[in-house]
């Protein structure tokens, strides 16, 4: 992976935006291309956040070799790289969180910086060196050694199905009209849905529990993100299944992985304690000073030897 290709992956979606405002502005815009773009972005984000992230990452939780499958081509398809590089990029992001060596940090490189330009400034070697020396755990899976090697396949598919789809409702005006929505501006939406992630809930927001970074809890991406806006409570218990761990913190992904467990697609879920919970609350008992010792609970650890 070069800069070029990244630099278009930035401004191809971010040119069809304004492309199809354009024609929606003239009357050119169905229902059907709307619809489109909207289920792709909620299938492919659910890629990143069941396969991607909480399944390979934070392994919290065992999925069916079908379902695990599934969800890794979807996340595939979300166009953020294969899940080996993903993944290595992201554990040195929990390895370093707003720390000197955090990929993506706004307290550090400043919140474009976090959004998206370190994806522009990472070259290939940089990629490759990450990998070498985070993503070694994930070498040893075969299924995420595979998806890494077809990556390309993956998405390219996610481009051609929705001109397909389009072609066959609309002929060839279909075809380009649905590949700009359920291709490219997908694309934009689901990239800037995830990369809020590491830039919007790295600094807008609230601290519920004690961390050695700046995490926060931003219910917008919360919702947006399928509940990867939970943020502060993701960095204070990684392994945790559930991001959203108060009731009223949606999590539709957290609701999934539930309901595969319970219908027997999804084992070993992992869940916090109450007790571990109420530990690291923030409150009056926790100064400054303790923060640090609280901090660096025994799941971080097991996560930073891996
Ligand atoms: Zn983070
Ligand atoms: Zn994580």
């Given at each position: 992976m070069s800069s070029l290709p990244i630099y278009g992956l930035v401004g191809l979606p971010l040119a069809a935006v304004i492309l199809v405002a354009y024609q929606a502005a003239t009357g050119d815009v169905s229902m059907f291309n709307v619809i489109m773009c909207l289920v792709g972005v909620v299938l492919t984000e659910f890629g990143i956040t069941f396969a991607y992230h909480r399944m390979v990452v934070h392994k919290a939780f065992e999925a069916h070799p079908v379902i695990k499958a599934i969800t890794l081509a979807f996340g595939s398809m979300a166009?953020?790289?294969?899940v080996l590089h993903w993944a290595s990029v992201h554990t040195k992001h929990h390895a370093h969180s707003d720390q000197?060596?955090?990929?993506?940090s706004p307290t550090i490189g400043g919140f474009i910086h976090a959004h998206f330009e370190w994806l522009l400034e990472m070259n290939s070697k940089e990629l490759d060196t990450v990998v070498e020396k985070w993503g070694t755990r994930y070498k040893k899976d075969p299924m995420l050694v595979w998806f890494t090697s077809t990556f390309l396949f993956w998405a390219l598919l996610s481009l051609i199905i929705p001109a397909v789809l389009g072609y066959m409702v609309g002929g060839w005006h279909g075809a380009w009209t649905g590949f700009l929505w359920g291709g490219l501006v997908r694309i934009f939406i689901s990239s800037h849905v995830t990369w809020s992630v590491n830039s919007v809930c790295h600094f807008f927001g609230s601290r519920t529990y004690t961390t050695t970074d700046m995490s926060r809890n931003n219910p917008i991406v919360g919702l947006l993100a399928l509940g990867e806006g939970w943020h502060n409570n993701h960095h204070a218990f990684?392994?945790?299944?559930?991001?959203?761990?108060?009731?009223?913190?949606?999590?539709p992904t957290g609701f999934m992985i539930r309901l595969f467990e319970r219908i027997g697609l999804v084992s070993k879920v992992t869940r916090i304690p109450e007790s571990l919970m109420q530990k690291r609350?923030?409150?009056?008992?926790?100064t400054a000073l303790n923060v640090q010792t609280l901090a660096l609970t025994e799941e971080e650890e097991v996560l930073e030897e891996a």
């Open positions: 166009f953020q790289g294969p000197e060596g955090d990929p993506h990684p392994s945790s299944a559930v991001h959203g761990l108060a009731w009223w913190q949606i999590d609350r923030i409150d009056s008992q926790h």
